[in-house]
Each structure stands twice: as C-alpha cells, then as structure tokens.
C-alpha cells in the first residue's frame, strides 16, 4: 500500500509521456496510435474492475516529443531507475520535491492516485517500477511515482504495441503479479492462487 497508485480504484492521473532520442520523432501515425492503444487499454480496465464491484477512472495529461538522451531498452537497462526522474526534469518539475508537486497536481483534479505511462519511441522490453519496500531501503524515497515504460515497437518482435501490454505494465504498478511468475520470482502458493 504504497507508491503513487497502489491500487486499481478511483480517480487516477495519468501523465501519458510519449519519448523520443535526440535526431529521432514520432509520427502523427504512430502518436495517434498509441494514443487509441491507451484508450483501448483504459476502456479494458475499467470494464474489467467494474465486474468486481470497482470503479477506475483515468484522467489523462499528455506530454509528447520530449526529448531523453538516456534512454532505457528494458528493466534491466542502466538506465531504467533514473529514466522518469529525467522526464519528469524534461516536463519542468524539479527533481527535488516533484514527488509532493505531482501528488498536489493530481489531487487538484480530484484523483487520489497518479501513475506515468512512458512510451518510447524505439525498441525495447516493456517493464513497470511499482514502488517497493527495496526503493525505500535504498533510500530512493524519490522514485515514489510509479511509471510504467513501455516502447513504441517490441523488441524481438515485428509489431507495434498491444493495447493488452498497457494494461498489463499498468496493473504491474498497481500490485499485480505476473500469473506465470511463481517459479521464477518465489511467489508462494497463497499468492498466486
């Protein structure tokens, strides 16, 4: 129960951040497909949490061509952890107190939660930093907004993104668990069942 949306309930802000290299832009093709794309994924969720007795509603501020030099290409990328304080930087907050500035940001527009969804344009593995106990260990109390990254393009496929991997990098941050994780992360049968 921590983090900027430790759960999928209520009003949440979403700061949609399309990304792009230095001498590299999107087309309006592909900004007007991400954009369905999240629709899509948004329309889902809601549906989905309205079958168990929950209401989602997304509020969404769009940020579009910002320019990043140090761009992740997964979760295991050096850059991963300090890629959203970067676009934070890049929308002109600053990295000092942008925790309490976009929690007061989100909650003058009436949502209780806030999350980033940070497309790349590129190629890459799409993850999710869900705020962790391991952050706050590590005092990395600034990575308390939670982004999701995902790539315009995947990595080792020929297709540009699912709507379906939106929603699933989102219900990351939110406090899913893959459901094919249990070898892998140590997940324990209660968890998983």
Known sequence: NLGS???????????QC??????????ITSKELIKRRIIEAEDWLQRECSRYGHRVC?????????????IPTG?????????LPNVVKSIGYSESDYNNTLMNQAS?????????????????RNFAIPYSKALHDYKSHKYYIEPCILFKDYW???????SSSI?????????AWDLYADKLTGQTADVQE
């Open 5 to 15: 949306c430790p759960s999928l309930t209520g009003n949440i802000a979403v700061f």
């Open 18 to 27: 399309l990304v792009t290299r230095r001498n590299s832009c999107w087309s």
């Open 58 to 70: 997304f509020k969404n501020f769009n940020y579009e061509d910002l320019i990043i030099d140090s």
């Open 75 to 83: 979760p295991d990328s050096p850059y991963a952890i300090s890629f």
């Open 108 to 124: 003058n527009f009436q949502c209780e939660k806030l999350l980033f969804l940070l497309i790349i344009n590129g190629k890459g």
């Open 156 to 162: 080792s496929l020929d297709s540009e993104i699912y």
């Open 167 to 175: 929603a699933h990098e989102t219900l990351h941050v939110c406090g």
